[in-house]
């Protein structure tokens, strides 16, 4: 989200349209993440060269941010999980990924330039970045719609996917040029 919000204030002739999800402009007096889910995402596994555990690890931390009303299946979590793990499991990355939003800072006043047509999505129960950016984000961009989501956690939860699909295409249709022009 950090980045598509800097591609559209940067680098507006790049973009015919804007889906933002899950996202804030870094506002500091914004709520942030609960104190639960912070020491979850700094915690690590407990045999952090096993991969049972490592899933184990990324199952509770789901369970933490995921969504409450939208519960995945856990045996296909779990298999997705592992397969994610077995193709890129990279501690340092997660850690740069956080030392690289709290570097950020503030894009508030920047996400105001953004001028292509944007649809925000956001759980209503996110404890990661919670519904409050997600209003903020859309309430700074001109024209913004906003689908904030009851009972949608940090995540991506099949059953709302034709939701995001239609929430997308109908954005796309606002951006005035056909897919693929």
Same mark, same amino acid.
């Given at each position: 989200?950090?980045?598509?919000?800097?591609? !559209?204030?940067?680098?507006? &002739? *790049?973009?015919?349209?804007? %889906? @933002?999800?899950?996202?804030?402009?870094?506002? *500091?007096?914004?709520?942030?993440?609960?104190?639960?889910?912070?020491? /979850? @995402?700094?915690?690590?596994?407990?045999?952090?060269? &096993?991969? =049972?555990?490592?899933?184990?690890?990324?199952? $509770?931390?789901? !369970?933490? #941010?995921?969504?409450?009303?939208?519960?995945?299946?856990?045996?296909?979590?779990? &298999?997705? @999980?592992?397969?994610?793990?077995?193709?890129?499991?990279?501690?340092? +990355?997660?850690?740069?990924?956080?030392? =690289?939003?709290? $570097?950020?800072?503030? *894009?508030?006043?920047?996400?105001?330039?953004?001028?292509?047509?944007?649809?925000?999505?956001?759980?209503?129960?996110?404890? @990661?970045?919670? +519904?409050? /950016?997600?209003?903020?984000? $859309?309430?700074? #961009?001109? !024209?913004? %719609?906003?689908?904030?989501?009851?009972?949608?956690?940090?995540?991506?939860?099949?059953?709302?996917?034709?939701?995001?699909?239609?929430?997308?295409?109908?954005?796309?249709? *606002?951006?005035?040029?056909?897919?693929?022009?």
């Amino acid at each position: 989200g950090m980045v598509a919000q800097h591609i !559209g204030f940067s680098f507006p &002739e *790049r973009l015919r349209s804007l %889906t @933002l999800m899950m996202t804030t402009t870094g506002a *500091r007096r914004l709520p942030g993440p609960t104190m639960k889910v912070r020491a /979850a @995402l700094l915690s690590r596994p407990k045999r952090p060269r &096993e991969l =049972a555990s490592i899933v184990d690890h990324y199952v $509770a931390l789901y !369970g933490l #941010i995921g969504s409450p009303a939208f519960r995945p299946d856990p045996a296909w979590l779990r &298999e997705r @999980l592992t397969s994610f793990v077995k193709r890129s499991y990279r501690p340092a +990355g997660t850690a740069r990924q956080m030392v =690289a939003i709290v $570097a950020d800072g503030d *894009r508030s006043a920047r996400v105001a330039r953004i001028v292509a047509p944007t649809h925000v999505i956001h759980g209503g129960a996110d404890p @990661l970045v919670p +519904g409050a /950016a997600g209003r903020d984000l $859309a309430a700074r #961009i001109d !024209g913004a %719609t906003l689908d904030i989501v009851d009972g949608m956690g940090h995540d991506l939860p099949m059953q709302l996917w034709p939701r995001f699909v239609d929430g997308i295409a109908a954005l796309a249709g *606002r951006s005035g040029k056909s897919p693929g022009a």
